[in-house]
């Protein structure tokens, strides 16, 4: 417990007033809860366990650690490992169709510390960033940290709605970015669609912005493979990727494309940061995803795994809940988004979800203003199927108790 200062203690240290006001990610608040042995967690964006290619890394690590320890135990470059820049970047061309060279990836901790130093290079203070609502939380603390000002465009079924976004521009709103998932979106698992692609590189190259494009979960999908993403359509483009949805987030290593012009000044900042990516999670990475047969069958395996979740959570809550709960249908990724129908505030549900041992993430989290209390964020990826459908009976037992007490 704290005790009042004595007169000569020192006064506490001045804090950052960007720092001092930065909201806490109510996902990673509530891990230590989730954590629980008896807790089925719907809450945080947790890749399966079970699907988590360990066996392949352990004989992996064992090869590298005997073999390669001066690239993957010694410090490295700044840039990253070089074999897995250069997969990134034939990676990045497919996709676009354009090529993306090495030289143009910088390996990240994470995409998460992409976002943070790509934002901190672009936004001076009050500098207005667009972000998509309800968009990714960990973007929301990463670009108010930089002291950039959040312009809120809201994402309907097709993505970040690019008609509005053209209408605030047209207006005179003048972004330095903007910032969006494009493929199966966290929270709301929508997928900004091809015409709005090619409508968002327009804007850009019109009026001058950077479109940051998050893209973690573009390899997740269930059937079709998502759209082309929006750099096929310009240069003003940042790419973000990473391996912690397809390999495993507790590796730390994700990816950016940066146009030339930006590419200095962000490995400057990751200098000051942290010098390098984790170097044995970058070769290690780059080993397993070198064997392109194996690679393919690992997605495969993904998406199959994935896909099944999201219908077995989807069929449980349209039984448990039905005529309550509206929900999207995701095509890939890793959360089902709701909306309650009959006037539930995902808020009031959560404390009665954790007692009986569920937890889901309130969908008026993930905006920057007040809004979306009837909406919840249901990841469908850390379960098996069978514990999927009994996360859904015991969120359905916390809905009628709430019901009982209002
Ligand atoms: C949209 C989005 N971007 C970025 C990240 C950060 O991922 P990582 O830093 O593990 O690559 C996440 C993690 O959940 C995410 O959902």
């Not at 929900?327 to 990724?333: R, V």
Request: glycine share 10%; hydrophobic share 45%.
């Amino acid at each position: 417990m704290l005790t009042s200062l004595s007169p000569n203690a020192p006064a506490p240290p001045r804090i950052n007033p960007l720092v001092g006001r930065l909201r806490s990610s109510a996902i990673r608040d509530m891990l230590a809860v989730t954590q629980r042995p008896d807790m089925l967690s719907l809450g945080g964006g947790m890749p399966a366990n079970d699907l988590f290619p360990a066996q392949r890394l352990a004989e992996i690590l064992v090869r590298v650690l005997d073999e390669s320890c001066d690239l993957a135990l010694q410090y490295g470059q700044t840039e990253g490992f070089a074999p897995l820049r250069s997969w990134v970047g034939g990676y990045e061309s497919a996709r676009c169709g354009r090529t993306v060279g090495g030289e143009q990836v910088l390996i990240t901790s994470g995409s998460q510390q992409a976002l943070d130093l790509v934002a901190r290079t672009l936004c001076s203070p009050g500098e207005a960033i667009v972000f998509e609502e309800p968009g990714y939380l960990g973007a929301l603390q990463a670009l108010q940290a930089s002291g950039g000002r959040l312009v809120p465009v809201p994402v309907d079924e097709d993505g970040l709605d690019v008609t509005e976004l053209a209408g605030r521009l047209a207006a005179g709103l003048r972004p330095v970015a903007v910032y969006a998932v494009t493929s199966f979106q966290n929270p709301s698992g929508a997928t900004l669609s091809d015409p709005r692609r090619r409508a968002l590189a327009g804007l850009a190259e019109r009026y001058g912005f950077l479109v940051i494009e998050d893209d973690p979960y573009a390899e997740l999908y269930f059937g079709d493979a998502p759209h082309p993403p929006v750099r096929t359509y310009s240069d003003n483009v940042i790419t973000l990727g990473s391996f912690s949805k397809t390999v495993a987030p507790g590796l730390r290593v994700g990816w950016v494309v940066l146009p030339p012009s930006l590419a200095p000044h962000v490995v400057r900042l990751k200098q000051a940061a942290d010098l390098h990516a984790s170097a044995l999670g970058q070769v290690a990475v780059a080993r397993l995803v070198e064997d392109t047969r194996w690679w393919r069958a690992h997605l495969d395996t993904l998406r199959a795994g994935y896909a099944e979740r999201a219908a077995a959570l989807t069929r449980a809550l349209g039984e448990s809940l039905a005529g309550r709960l509206r929900l999207n249908s995701p095509q890939g990724g890793m959360f089902l988004w709701g909306r309650f129908v009959d006037g539930t505030r995902a808020a009031k549900l959560l404390p009665l979800a954790l007692e009986r041992g569920v937890s889901f993430v309130a969908g008026e989290e993930f905006f920057t203003r007040p809004g979306g209390h009837d909406t919840l964020r249901l990841s469908y990826a850390t379960n098996r199927p069978a514990d999927l459908a009994e996360a859904a009976r015991r969120l359905a037992c916390a809905h009628a108790a709430l019901g009982d007490l209002s």
